[in-house]
DNA sequence: ACCTGAACACCGTTCAAGT
DNA sequence: ACCTGAACACCGTTCAAGT
């Protein structure tokens, strides 16, 4: 006879590296890093801090290393069908709306050492270009500064919706509202733009 | 008779702001961010941590304000001479000299509410693309654009700088170490060669 | 006005112990 | 193997008190 493992003591669901960064990035985005304790995060996972430990022995800093791997591995699709424009154009949108949504973790992957995450998508955004046609050099390039505007201008909207009003009137002479969408695609224009 | 004040009691230099922000950006600079605590602040600056109270009211928040405001706060030079090309291409080798020699804090620039800094910098590169006689809608896109390249470089640079060996190699099928003044620079083309 | 000392409510992490 | 409880060495901040 075979006994059911669900009726005894404690059943509920074990942890989990993948439940950890879950609900770690569930605090982050709804309370913002600053209050992602181990101590919040245990009780979220309705279990005492410590047993985090077992399963990320690293600890906080192990923690925010998956955060950034979670949200900043997002490489573009190589074999996608189109201009390299248009392909590149996709990525940078979907990972422009990535960085905003999980804006909390934007300082982590600012400076966070985590070669994988970001050496991957770069390496992919190199394969769109190389496959379009453009040169290996100028393909290097033109990942790298790719990357770093998206990253850049996702970090300037982050901090610029608060400051949208009077203060940026004021400060910089400009009219009213950014839209930040437009501002996004026409920066991107350039970006793409200035490749040859 | 006028009582000489550098004899009695405490003689020491009294605290002010203006210390306080070039202590923290010290340990910054030196310790990393992490370790920049209230309490290891008033033993560099040879005060019990709550003396600082006294001069930043709203404590370590306002303290890190500052810190960004001392760092990101750099506007490009409008009336500079010559092609706006060039005075951009000098003020961003001058700023992400900047953001590198002080990469701890550059979480802080990417996420911290702090318009002043960052809009009057933004608001003086326009005024170079506008002098210049770039279209006002032009010159805003570009200015964005830029700023946020400049920003988002030095964020990959100082994540990069890790990862230049085999890491790197391994990941994105690179050969060898980046050079990263070099790819600033191409970059840099990249971004001014496609405002129209 | 400017700084100190003690205290409070938190942190991350260790370590031995439970099941 | 997986989790708990108590403990340690820190945090930021308040508040009353000193000069």
Redesign the pocket.
């Known amino acids: 006879m075979v006994r059911q493992p669900s009726i005894n003591?404690?059943n509920?669901t074990?942890?989990s590296t993948e439940r950890i960064i879950e609900a770690a990035l569930h605090i982050v985005d709804g309370q913002g890093l600053g209050?992602?304790?181990?101590?919040?995060?245990?009780d979220a996972l309705?279990?005492?801090?410590?047993?985090i430990?077992?399963?990320l022995?690293?600890?906080?800093?192990q923690?925010l290393d998956g955060l950034v791997a979670h949200v900043a591995a997002a490489p573009a699709d190589a074999s996608a069908p189109g201009r390299w424009q248009d392909v590149l154009r996709a990525w940078a949108d979907g990972y422009r709306g990535r960085l905003l949504a999980h804006a909390g973790v934007l300082p982590l992957v600012v400076t966070r050492r985590n070669p994988a995450a970001l050496a991957a998508t770069l390496a992919s955004l190199r394969e769109v270009l190389r496959r379009g046609g453009v040169a290996e050099d100028a393909a290097a390039v033109a990942a790298h500064t790719l990357l770093g505007y998206v990253i850049g201008h996702a970090a300037l909207e982050v901090r610029g919706t608060a400051d949208d009003g009077a203060a940026a009137r004021i400060a910089s002479g400009e009219d009213g509202a950014v839209d930040w969408d437009a501002r996004f695609r026409a920066g991107l224009g350039v970006v793409l733009g200035g490749v040859r």
Chains 1, 2 share one sequence.
């Open positions: 003591a404690q509920r074990p942890l209050r992602l304790t181990m101590r919040r995060l245990g309705e279990v005492e801090a410590m047993a430990y077992h399963h022995p690293r600890g906080k800093e923690l």
